[in-house]
């Protein structure tokens, strides 16, 4: 089993990719291609219709080719019209991870370049996994304090963050296949469910781990993670953090009274805050999704290049979380979240509780407003 944490910069010099992108590596075809596509029509769109096809801002954009034409990874790439300069590299790479079902065919026609031009894509990956020391980090005690105002103007004091996980699809990996079922047999990758993550009331990535396959459980990706030795002296001013109950309670992750017909109203109206405070995770994920769509299904197989390509991503939406991209909701997250409250766990894969935990949760279901 490969684990890969966030501070992974593992090369991408061999990028593995699905069998219909395999086979067009080696037998280029003559296919209808866009051929202005860079010269004519991206620049006559308007920053709605750009926005529309690339998921990010034009300003976005330009800033990320200049971060990306000053580090080692860029060098001018032959297409179809020439050198490719490095916006047009980052056009490609947020036109490809914005459309779901793109394959790297598609891209090479949308774009007027050959197949074997779409290094371009691992060139990009790799620079943007290896900007996420940078760009995604945990809140400064004066950040903190910014977010834990917003939780508390919201009826929960002393929160800087939620954490949670979320699956991402993939093709059957040719290594350790089994391990990437999840319990109803399809093939997913999971790092706390492929990726775990922890984010503001911004929907700011603040904390990303991916590197486990979709068997293990929640609980289990959080005490591997670096974040589960690091959270005390993290959480500044006995601060902590939300997530469901699917983690164990500790003194700086408070989770909900587990629903077995036997709750006080206390503890139920603790649940229902803690509900309506951890949304932010789960639109955090709906958002990463909706805006980065290859994330619902990743057709690359090696598992190294998928966290490589899941972490860019995350580094995507941090960089472009002041655009204003128009999130669909997708269910009711109360109404989930209090599913996952009543549901029957299994004990043998629920960490227990820390005791230490359990007297917090006290302390601050007692502080709560009804």
Known sequence: MDNLSSSSSSSMSDMELSSDDEFDLFEERDRPKNQNYFQETIPSYNDEEFYE?????????ESIALQFEQSEYFHYQSGGNGKLSSLQHVLIYLWFVAHQTASFRDVADQFHISISSLFVIRKLTNFLSNLSHRVISWPSPEEQTVIERHFRDND???????????????????NDPDSYLNRKHFFFYSGMQLLQAVCDHRKKIRDLFVGFPGSVHDSRVFRTSAL?????????????????????????LLTPFKARGDLTRRQS?????LSKNRYVIEHCFGLLKQKFRQLYHVKLRSIVDI????????????????DHFQYEEVEDVVQHDNEVVAREFDEEEVER?????????????????F
């Open 53 to 61: 096809h690339f998921h990010i801002s034009r300003r976005v954009a």
């Open 156 to 174: 929960f004091p002393g929160v800087i963050g939620a954490i949670d996980g979320s699956h991402v699809k993939i093709d059957k990996p040719s």
């Open 228 to 252: 589960f030795n690091t959270l005390p002296e993290k959480c500044h001013n006995n601060t902590y953090i939300l997530g469901d109950s699917g983690y164990p309670c500790l003194p700086n």
């Open 269 to 273: 109206n603790f649940n229902l805050k």
């Open 307 to 322: 966290v490589h390509l899941i972490r860019a991503c995350c580094v995507l939406h941090n960089l472009a979380l002041n």
């Open 353 to 369: 509780d820390d005791g230490n935990g359990i007297q917090r949760r006290n302390q601050v279901a007692n502080l709560l407003r």
